[in-house]
């Protein structure tokens, strides 16, 4: 199997053995929707096994590698020919499901007999609350009883690090969102798995709910392959807020995209500020960063988010953020106002109104996500 599908099956065992609904409960048409890249495990080795020759040429040129006599870069270039070399015959039997980012939806489908319809959605880094979208579109619509949405990602890859080096996105050092030293993000592996289903059928149902989705808003700004822009981002946060119904003066937390990229958290911060600014703010927007801890997760970054966004709810606890020295002057925190700690802190009821928390996930190519959570007042046990 796909490193990736065994990840997303591990992670499927864990949902269904969380104390929540078990597969055989589950009935009536259901969708599984997985964020992922299209290029699974080994079309990515294939891609990198075919750059070898490549490498092999590179090596005996590279400054760093200045101190090796000539031998040493042989051996060097072997090595690296050996243990990048082809992977397994790609048309060995069982290997279809490998090739097909659909696949790992159809594995959970398959492995805890779901009437699911299972789909891949690939939305670059907001893929995973694209998988979250289509879900809660289908539930709305009552084509779906059930769903179960997420994202799997694998980044820690030769090709991935090598494509994200070339465009000067890793840090040279580690991911530090909104801090002034930030140059760039760390990836890192990861998978989250979430079950959905309308409100008034968990009731009815007798499901635990950690969280109720209230809003979920997209938009795409068209300007430029990788570089974020202010107005798309503040347009996908309106009308999250459209579909909700609340202000964005009642929301306590905001899980941020914060990638680490200075420009990437400067604009973010200025979306931000347009849209959650100038309210009648009891208390500053707490904001954070799952990323600080274990880096981007590319197409499961939402996931990731989101599990966040839930625990805290149920710790009722603002989530602290790693590798933070001094927050950047780039930031105007002021202006929302907003307060980014580095240290966990008590989230405090929110008077009549239950706790309040928004999620942003931005792609390349201009995709931006927002989706708003709100507690569920039996959802703290």
């Known amino acids: 199997m796909d490193a990736a599908q065994r990840v997303a099956l591990t992670v499927a065992a ?25 290029s699974l495990g080994r079309e990515r080795a294939l891609n990198s096994a075919a750059e070898l020759d490549l490498a092999a040429r590179a090596i005996p040129a590279l400054d760093a590698l200045a101190h090796l006599d000539g031998e040493d870069r042989r051996r060097l270039a072997a090595r690296t020919r050996r243990r990048f070399g082809a992977p397994e015959d790609p048309g060995a039997p069982g290997a279809l499901d490998g090739w097909l980012a659909s696949g790992t939806a159809a594995v959970i489908a398959g492995e805890f007999r779901l009437a699911a319809v299972p789909v891949a959605v690939e939305a670059a880094c907001a893929s995973s609350l ?35 080096s070339s465009l000067g996105l890793l840090s040279h050092s580690k991911i530090t969102p909104f801090d002034e030293a930030a140059d760039g993000f ?11 289903k309308r409100h008034s059928d968990a009731l009815a149902d007798g499901d635990r709910i950690l969280g109720v989705i209230r809003g979920v808003g997209g938009s795409n700004d068209a300007h430029s392959l990788i570089a974020p ?23 306590d937390y905001l899980e941020a995209h914060g990638t680490g990229t200075r420009v990437g958290d400067r604009v973010e911060l200025s979306a931000v500020t347009d849209v959650y600014g100038g309210g009648e703010r009891r208390r500053p927007l707490q904001v954070g960063s799952a990323k ?8 499961a970054a939402g996931a990731a988010g989101l599990l966040r966004v839930l625990l805290a709810l149920q710790a009722r606890t603002f989530p602290p953020n790693a590798n933070l020295g001094t927050i950047s002057p780039e930031l105007d925190l002021d202006a929302i106002p907003a307060f980014i700690d580095r240290r ?16 942003s996930s931005f792609g390349t190519g201009g995709i931006n996500y927002h989706v708003l959570i709100e507690e569920h007042p039996d959802g703290v046990s």
């Open 14 to 38: 864990q949902l269904f053995a969380g104390g929540g609904p078990r597969p055989a409960s589950l009935h009536g048409p259901g969708l599984i929707a997985i964020g992922s890249s299209l």
């Open 130 to 164: 694209a998988a979250l979208d289509l879900a809660v579109g289908a539930l709305r619509s009552g084509t779906a009883r059930y769903a179960i949405a997420g994202g799997v990602e694998l980044a820690c890859n030769v090709r991935d690090l090598i494509l994200c």
């Open 186 to 196: 760390s990836p890192g592996d990861g998978c989250a798995l979430f079950l959905l």
């Open 229 to 251: 822009d202010r107005g798309g981002q503040a347009r996908a946060m309106r009308q999250a807020f459209g579909d909700a119904g609340f202000g964005p003066d009642t929301v």
């Open 292 to 299: 600080s801890f274990f880096g981007h997760t590319f197409a």
């Open 344 to 359: 966990p802190a008590p989230w405090p009821a929110g008077g009549p109104r239950p706790r309040r928390a928004a999620l």
